[in-house]
């Protein structure tokens, strides 16, 4: 991981989840999910998914919008897993959970 970017606060609508990373060996994968989990202020939690190939070694960015419509405290965790072509995905990284103040 060579960045990543989650707001603090956000007004409504849409949030934007971006990850910065690369490859650093042949043997890393070439196909990863970036999965957003959000427990929503009522204590319901959500998740979402999505797939990116990373080619080569240059740097790449993972970037996910999902909607953000209820206000309150919601906790959001970043979790990105390489794929596996036997169906097993591993984790590579998770990010610490986050608070995001929605009004």
Do not use: C, W, Y
């Not at 204590?43 to 979402?48: D, M, P, Y």
């Not at 998914?49 to 990373?54: G, N, S, V, Y």
């Not at 970037?63 to 990105?80: I, S």
């Amino acid at each position: 991981v060579t960045g990543f970017d989650t707001p603090e606060r956000l007004e409504g609508g849409v949030l934007r989840v971006f990850v910065a990373m690369a490859r650093d060996a042949e043997t890393a994968p070439h196909t990863v999910h970036m999965i957003v989990h959000d427990t929503l202020p009522s204590g319901e939690a959500r998740s979402a998914r999505l797939t990116k190939t990373l080619e080569g070694f240059e740097p790449g960015v993972i970037g996910m919008e999902v909607p953000m419509n209820e206000p309150g405290q919601h906790v959001l965790q970043v979790t990105v897993v390489a794929a596996d072509t036997h169906g097993e995905d591993t984790v590579l990284f998770s990010l610490l959970p986050r608070v995001l103040i929605v009004n």
